[in-house]
């Protein structure tokens, strides 16, 4: 299957600092990509929709101006958390649409601690 | 009501068992139902992918999809104690940015 790939794996960053999450299409180009937050023992939830050349969409609740996401070209997205707080520690998840079948990818997840 | 509804388990069943895991929604408009494990600590792997109702078949995996009844199943034959993992729904329109739809995921145990 498609081969999608998130950096880093595991970040810890201090209280107000930014932090930059990578999701990656290696072997497929991809026009649309998710990102997710996912609680322990809780299904995923949708953050925004990332379309390659134009502004990420964000579901309801979601603050834009503290995750930004970038999508710049068709194999990469990015996803900062901007002034993180303890409370924004997570696992974040990306995933991306593989448009010939009409079903998505995910990433490995990245753990964000914020101290 | 979610759009949605998966049964959270905890679902214990001895090596070897039939395993049957199900979802049911409520949007008639859904067309691609997909089903994903995920392991702890990790991102969600791609099992199964359909399109429309019917079968279909992959090693020791089934999936079923019932439209009429808003309604789909995996089945997973001669489970394994490496199947033991978080299983989720997933579904979307046809086509286009249309988003996915996940369940809440079922735990499922095979013990040894």
């Known amino acids: 299957g498609a081969v999608v790939s998130q950096h880093p794996s595991r970040v810890i960053c201090k209280s107000g600092t930014s932090v930059k999450i990578e999701c990656r299409s290696l072997?497929?180009?991809?026009?649309?990509m998710f990102w997710y937050r996912q609680f322990p023992k809780q299904s995923l939830m949708l953050m925004a929709t990332?379309?390659?050349?134009?502004?990420?969409?964000?579901e309801q609740g979601v603050e834009k101006d503290k995750f930004l996401i970038n999508h710049a070209s068709l194999t990469l997205s990015t996803l900062t958390v901007t002034s993180a707080h303890p409370e924004d520690s997570s696992f974040y998840i990306c995933?991306?649409?593989?448009?010939?079948?009409?079903?998505?990818?995910f990433g490995e997840g990245s753990w964000l601690t914020v101290v | 009501q979610k759009e949605v509804e998966q049964d959270p388990g905890p679902l214990s069943v001895p090596e070897g068992a039939i395993v049957s895991l199900n979802c049911t929604y409520s949007n008639s408009a859904f067309q691609y139902f997909m089903w994903y494990r995920q392991y702890s600590r990790k991102g969600p792997e791609l099992l199964m992918y359909?399109?429309?109702?019917g079968n279909k078949e992959d090693g020791r995996f089934t999936a079923q999809v019932d439209k009429s009844s808003k309604y789909i199943s995996l089945f997973i034959r001669d489970s394994q104690p490496s199947d033991s993992a978080t299983y989720l729904c997933?579904?979307?329109?046809?086509?286009?940015?249309?988003?996915?739809?996940f369940g809440t995921g079922t735990k499922l145990q095979v013990i040894p």
């Open positions: 997933a579904m979307s329109l046809s086509g286009g940015y249309q988003k996915v739809t």
């Open positions: 990332s379309n390659e050349g134009s502004k990420a969409t964000y």
């Open positions: 072997d497929f180009q991809a026009t649309t």
């Open positions: 995933s991306a649409r593989v448009s010939q079948v009409n079903t998505i990818y």
């Open positions: 359909t399109y429309s109702s």
